[in-house]
């Protein structure tokens, strides 16, 4: 059984680390480690066979024999206080488990392999959309472009709701490193002649999702080899950049299934 230490005090220093690494979106850069507050994401990692350092439960939680249990996943457990564990929480309403893993910044991506680009998507709930709608598609590599939401922080990992598990994630990448995929690039564009349905798409390939404003930047846009329109019968001007991705990866996948 791990060991099980008890703080009260909210000026412990590992206290003020978690509450850090849940409040500040790039703290996991500098800190060297990740914040999961709640049991689904916390299921996420363990089942996907992630190593995790760390379980915070609060005294409730341990009354609790599910979360207990779960608990005893971390080789050292710290149980506190409810309002000293909401205090540490990036949540309104503050769930009663939480785990710190270690983050190692994956440098390398892996070519050959289907693949979703963002291009400095800036909003947390965009970001982790389409991170579920990439693993759930099969598109098992994300790659983040600078300036893109940092794909572990607290609020894109919640919007994730456990697909980052899923997937080979690289951030702080320049559109000239995506020659390494040795894969077409294929996005979206409303002055696209072809629409999406009318065209065999290339398998594998990598789908470029652009900021929520400005779309894909100029240069990324030259290195793509197919671009296409999404019909909007509807008449709507363009669709949430989540939105997009979801249908664009969901062809994808159709196409290979057909």
């Known amino acids: 059984?791990?060991?099980?230490?008890?703080?009260?005090?909210?000026?412990?220093?590992?206290?003020?680390?978690?509450?850090?690494?849940?409040?500040?979106?790039?703290?996991?850069?500098?800190?060297?480690?990740?914040?999961?507050?709640?049991?689904?994401?916390?299921?996420?990692?363990?089942?996907?066979?992630?190593?995790?350092?760390?379980?915070?439960?609060?005294?409730?939680?341990?009354?609790?024999?599910?979360?207990?249990?779960?608990?005893?996943?971390?080789?050292?457990?710290?149980?506190?206080?409810?309002?000293?564990?909401?205090?540490?929480?990036?949540?309104?309403?503050?769930?009663?488990?939480?785990?710190?893993?270690?983050?190692?910044?994956?440098?390398?991506?892996?070519?050959?392999?289907?693949?979703?680009?963002?291009?400095?998507?800036?909003?947390?709930?965009?970001?982790?959309?389409?991170?579920?709608?990439?693993?759930?598609?099969?598109?098992?590599?994300?790659?983040?472009l600078k300036g893109t939401a940092a794909l572990w922080s607290p609020k894109v990992l919640r919007a994730g709701m456990g697909a980052h598990f899923a997937l080979r994630l690289v951030e702080g990448l320049q559109p000239s490193d995506l020659d390494r995929l040795q894969l077409p690039l294929l996005a979206t564009s409303s002055y696209a002649k072809a629409q999406l349905h009318q065209v065999r798409l290339p398998s594998p390939c990598a789908w470029v999702m652009g900021h929520e404003g400005q779309g894909v930047q100029a240069e990324l846009l030259q290195r793509c080899a197919l671009t296409v329109g999404i019909p909007q019968p509807g008449g709507e001007e363009s669709l949430n950049v989540g939105s997009a991705a979801a249908i664009c990866l969901y062809e994808s996948a159709r196409q290979k299934l057909s």
């Not at 009260?8 to 590992?14: A, G, I, K, V």
């Not at 049991?39 to 066979?49: I, M, P, S």
Request: aromatic fraction near 4%; glycine fraction near 8%; include cysteine.
């Open 1 to 144: 059984m791990s060991p099980i230490s008890y703080i009260t005090s909210r000026d412990n220093p590992l206290l003020q680390r978690l509450r850090k690494l849940s409040q500040d979106g790039n703290a996991y850069r500098k800190l060297g480690s990740i914040w999961l507050e709640g049991d689904h994401l916390v299921r996420a990692c363990l089942q996907r066979g992630h190593a995790v350092t760390l379980a915070v439960l609060t005294e409730e939680a341990c009354a609790d024999p599910v979360l207990r249990e779960l608990g005893r996943a971390a080789p050292r457990q710290l149980v506190v206080p409810a309002a000293l564990f909401k205090s540490i929480s990036g949540l309104e309403s503050p769930a009663q488990i939480g785990f710190e893993l270690p983050y190692q910044a994956s440098l390398e991506l892996s070519p050959g392999q289907d693949s979703v680009v963002l291009d400095r998507l800036q909003d947390a709930g965009n970001v982790g959309t389409i991170l579920r709608s990439a693993a759930a598609m099969g598109f098992h590599q994300v790659l983040a």
